[in-house]
């Protein structure tokens, strides 16, 4: 992968008719360092968000050693990259010939559930083949349903058990493991520290109410990255509220801590080139959209930085929405996109934060997704982690209660 200072230097050296991923190591490796030296326990990164092999290689070399995988898929990939690296399958709806794969061919002890019939399921795809024996290494983890309210796009609709069903299943699972977790999400970009503390309130009284030893409590993913008008606390707070309420939840006084960023780890990775193929008003065409790098700015109209490239552009910036390259009308994004008011066919726009749900997202349809990658060296548009968003030393407290 060749490497480049920045966006421009990409443009004047290869001039491209495509769209061009730009992947910055370093910023995946500062994130994750932030994670591994500031979260108080274990950080597994969630594969769904970017799959790319080089961004798995440069977390590892950051520090993250352990892996959500959510398919047998991710399972495959991940441990061809990285064969030491402990994977947790953490999708609560697997089928039995997937489980039965990742346990013996991959050495995935650890499986989340959130039903009997999963539990079940999990049970009789480990079991000996010979003896017919039930497997003894098992790392079983319950889903629990928690609120998303606090997040930008809700994870509770689809998985997790009810708050009434939780203690059974719990009881259930704990004879068929020497390891128990608990786990939840409350949804991707939750925008404040305190939903964490509703989810973990409600895992509170499922293991109250269950009265069984439990050794893991996974928090998930939904910490935040910074996109235009998202601008989360920073994540010191999340950490610091999560750890109080887990040192007073009623487990194992050896109890391990967990969670799963994604879009946390890998938003900084990666931005975009895109070259605009025509102007209509202050709506722009351009060769990436809705079934590319941009789904979540079509879809749920997520808000991404731009910048125009072009050194010759000097009109003030205007909202523009973007069409993309397909033939489908709901290829739309409607932004709004600032940018130069003189912005025109054939100049180029960086489009960044798309390390997450970006180029993990492109298809194939109607010919297009195309697009190469190179690596660049400069900072991303936004970041977390680059020590700009220092907070005054006056604000540096967070209230636990």
Known sequence: MHTYPDARSVIRALEPEEPVILNRPHAARRAARFFTEKFPGKVLYAVKANPAPDLIAALWEAGITHYDVASIAEVRLVRAALPEASLCFMHPIKTRAAIKEAYFQHSVKTFSLDTDEELDKIIEACRDPETGEEASDLRLCVRLRVSSEYAQLSLAAKFGCDLT?????????????????VCFHVGSQAMTPFAFVQALDRTRAAIAEASVVIDMIDVGG??????????????????????????????????????????????????????????RG???????????????AAHVAWRFPVEALEDDLRDP????????PTCDD?????G??????????????????????????KTGFN??????????TDEPMMSLFDGSRARPEADNVVSLR
């Open 282 to 296: 202050n709506e722009l065409y351009i060769n990436d959209g809705a079934y590319g790098a941009l789904y979540d």
């Open 165 to 181: 069903d939780a203690p059974a299943l719990l009881q259930k699972a704990r004879q068929h493991c020497d390891w128990l977790g």
């Open 330 to 334: 709901a290829d739309y994004m409607a």
């Open 222 to 279: 939904g910490f935040p990255s910074v996109y235009p008008d998202m601008e989360p606390p920073p994540l010191e707070d999340y950490f610091a509220i999560i750890n109080q309420h887990f040192e007073n939840l009623p487990i194992a006084y050896n109890a391990e801590l967990w969670c799963e960023p994604g879009r946390a780890l890998c938003a900084e990775y990666s931005s975009m080139i895109v070259s605009v193929t025509k102007r």
């Open 336 to 361: 709004p996109f600032p940018l130069p008011g003189d912005i025109q066919a054939g100049d180029y726009i960086e489009i960044g934060m798309l390390g997450a749900y970006g180029a993990a997202m």
């Open 317 to 324: 910036l205007e909202d523009f929405a973007f069409y993309g």
């Open 367 to 376: 010919g297009y997704g195309e697009a190469i990658s190179v690596t660049v």
